[in-house]
C-alpha cells in the first residue's frame, strides 16, 4: 500500500467517523471504534503499560536541535535557511503545570525566553530583555500541547483520558512495516492521525494538518526505556513532506518535582501583565486603522475614494470584516502582501477574492500568483518602490530587502499619517519594554534611515503595540541582559 497516497484518504475518514457519519454498513463506526481500542490496549501495554502511564505526572526534558525554514527562509525556494535552538520543557500533568526554556538563532532573529504556566502564578520571560511578565489568563492545553505532542508517552496518556473519541482509520504499510492508524483529538488543535507498528505497537508516526502550513507530519525515533517507559532520543517534523525540525533529546527524566522551575528568577524585572490580544480594529492616525487579533494584524488605509489593505496575512479576512464593521464601506482596491513566508500570503486570496489588486514583490510572483488562486486576475509587483495614489493622498512601498530575515521585503509608509507598516522587523511584545535589537530590527533600522522617512508610528503585522523613532533608537542602544543562574536539568539558562 502506498503510504503517501494512503495517508490523505486516511485522514479524510477521519472527519467522517469524528461526525459520527453513517455508511451503508450501519456497523462500521462502531468496528472502527472497537478497533480503535485494541490498538490503543497494545500501545499503551508497548509504551510502559495503562497503570505506569496513569502514574507517570511530570517529564523533564531537555532538547538541541535545527530546523529549516520551510516556507520561512530569505528565498521562497528550497534550499532552505537553517536555525539552531535548545530547549527545555517541564510538564506535570496532574496539577496542569508547564514550563518552558527556550534558546534559538534564525531569520535573523536571536531569543532567549521562557513560560511558565501555573495558574495564578504563571509568567512569561524573556531573558534578553531581563523581564518576567505575568500571565492574566494562562492556557495550559494550548503552551503545554506543542511538547505533548513530540512526546510519545504524553500522547499515550491523552490516548487513555480520551480513547472514547478515537477511531479507527485502516492499515498502512511504512518502511515495510503495517502500520494500524488511529485518531486522537486533544483539547486544543486540529485532530491528530497516529500511526502504530503492528509488531511492537509503539507510535512511529503521527500526522496533522495545520492551515496556512499544510500537512505536518511527526516522526518518533531511537526510542529508550525511562524507568520502564518508552521515550524518544530523536524526532523529526516535516511540512508538506519536506524537513522542518530535527530534535535530539539530551536528558529526560521523569516523576520528580517541578519546583525548581517555577521560581521567577532573580535576574528578572517584572513589568505589566500579559492579557488576552483580542480581536478588534483601531485608528492609530487619522484615516489609519490597525485591525486584526492574537498576534496577527493589517493595516487599513482609507483614501478619498477606496481602501489599501496591507499584511497579506490570516488576519486579512478579520480585518476587512472589522473595517466594514466599523464603517469603512470604500472599496478595497490594493492589498498588499508584504513577503514570501507562508503565514504572510494567505491573504492573497482574500485581497483577490475583494475584487482588489494584489500587490507585492516583484521577486515573489509565482508564490503570490499561487496563493491568490486561479481565479485572481489583478495583480501589481513591486520592483524597487510603487506609490498608490497621488498627493497628500498616497502610501509608498518600498522593497527594503536584502535582510537577514527576506531578500525581499515591502515596508509601507502613509506619509500624511506619518505611519510605517513592517513585517517580522521589529517586534513588540505585548508587556514590557521593546527588547535589544536583533539582526532583523538591524536591517530595519538601517532602512528607515537610508529611506529617510518622516514618521512618527511605526505599526506591524505580529502586534496590536504601536512604537515610535525613539524605540528604534532605544533598541539599537540596549544590551541584551545578563540571563543569571537558572537551575535547569543539563545547565540550559545557568
Known amino acids: 500500500m502506498n503510504y503517501r497516497k494512503t495517508r490523505t484518504a486516511l485522514l479524510a475518514l477521519a472527519g467522517l467517523f469524528a461526525f459520527g457519519s453513517t455508511l451503508a454498513d450501519e456497523t462500521l463506526p462502531l468496528r472502527s471504534v472497537n478497533q480503535a481500542n485494541a490498538v490503543i490496549d497494545a500501545a499503551l501495554e508497548a509504551h510502559g503499560g495503562a497503570e505506569a502511564l496513569a502514574a507517570l505526572h511530570t517529564v523533564i526534558q531537555q532538547s538541541k536541535g535545527v530546523n529549516w525554514q520551510t516556507g520561512q527562509s530569505r528565498k521562497p525556494g528550497p534550499p532552505w535557511d537553517k536555525g539552531s535552538f535548545e530547549t527545555l520543557n517541564a510538564i506535570d500533568t496532574e496539577s496542569n503545570i508547564f514550563y518552558n526554556r527556550n534558546r534559538g538563532e534564525g531569520g535573523g532573529y536571536v531569543n532567549s525566553g521562557g513560560t511558565v504556566i501555573n495558574g495564578d502564578a504563571s509568567w512569561q520571560y524573556d531573558f534578553r530583555a531581563g523581564t518576567a511578565a505575568p500571565l492574566a489568563e494562562p492556557d495550559y ?22 480513547r472514547g473519541q478515537s477511531n479507527w482509520l485502516g492499515e498502512v504499510d511504512i518502511d515495510g512495516r503495517p502500520h494500524d492508524v488511529i485518531t486522537l483529538i486533544m483539547a486544543v488543535g486540529p485532530a491528530l492521525a497516529l500511526y502504530i507498528d503492528q509488531e511492537s505497537h509503539v507510535l512511529t508516526r503521527m500526522e496533522r494538518t495545520l492551515p496556512p502550513f499544510g500537512q505536518v507530519e511527526y516522526r518518533f525515533l531511537d526510542y529508550a526505556d ?55 480594529i483601531e485608528e492609530i492616525a487619522e484615516g489609519v486603522f490597525l485591525a486584526g487579533g492574537n498576534g496577527t494584524y493589517s493595516l487599513i488605509v482609507e483614501l478619498p475614494e477606496y481602501l489599501v489593505a496591507v499584511g497579506g496575512t490570516q488576519a486579512a479576512q478579520g480585518a476587512l470584516e472589522a473595517a466594514r464593521n466599523a464603517g469603512l464601506d470604500k472599496p478595497l482596491k490594493y492589498g498588499v502582501v508584504t513577503h514570501h513566508h507562508s503565514d504572510h500570503v494567505p491573504g492573497s486570496a482574500v485581497y483577490a477574492a475583494a475584487g482588489a489588486t494584489v500587490v507585492a514583490p516583484a521577486a515573489h510572483e509565482a508564490v503570490i500568483r499561487e496563493a491568490a488562486g486561479a481565479a485572481a486576475e489583478q495583480f ?31 515596508l509601507v509608509y502613509v506619509p500624511k499619517a506619518g505611519v510605517v507598516f513592517e513585517a517580522d522587523h521589529f517586534p513588540q511584545p505585548l508587556s514590557g519594554e521593546i527588547p535589544p535589537a536583533v539582526p532583523a530590527v538591524e536591517a530595519f533600522a538601517a532602512a528607515l534611515e537610508r529611506l529617510d522617512l518622516d514618521y512618527e508610528i511605526i505599526a506591524g503585522t505580529h502586534s496590536p503595540r504601536t512604537a515610535a523613532p525613539e524605540d528604534v533608537k532605544k533598541a539599537l542602544a540596549r544590551k541584551p541582559a545578563a540571563e543569571g543562574k537558572q537551575v535547569v536539568a543539563g545547565g540550559i539558562g545557568s
Open 141 to 162: 492545553d494550548t503552551q503545554s500541547g506543542p511538547f505533548i505532542r513530540i512526546t510519545p508517552a504524553l500522547l499515550m496518556k491523552q490516548l487513555q483520558a480520551r
Open 226 to 280: 525511562i524507568d520502564g517507559i518508552p521515550f524518544n532520543r530523536s524526532f523529526r517534523l516535516l511540512v508538506n513532506g519536506e524537513s522542518n525540525l530535527e530534535i535530539d533529546n539530551l536528558h529526560t527524566e521523569i516523576n520528580t518535582p517541578l519546583d525548581r522551575y517555577l521560581a521567577v528568577p532573580e535576574s528578572l524585572r517584572q513589568v505589566a501583565a500579559v492579557t488576552p490580544d483580542e480581536p478588534g
Open 380 to 410: 501589481a509587483f513591486v520592483e524597487d518602490r510603487m506609490t498608490i495614489g497621488s498627493g497628500d493622498n498616497r502610501v509608498e512601498l518600498y522593497d527594503m530587502g536584502p535582510t537577514p530575515h527576506a531578500e525581499h521585503i515591502l
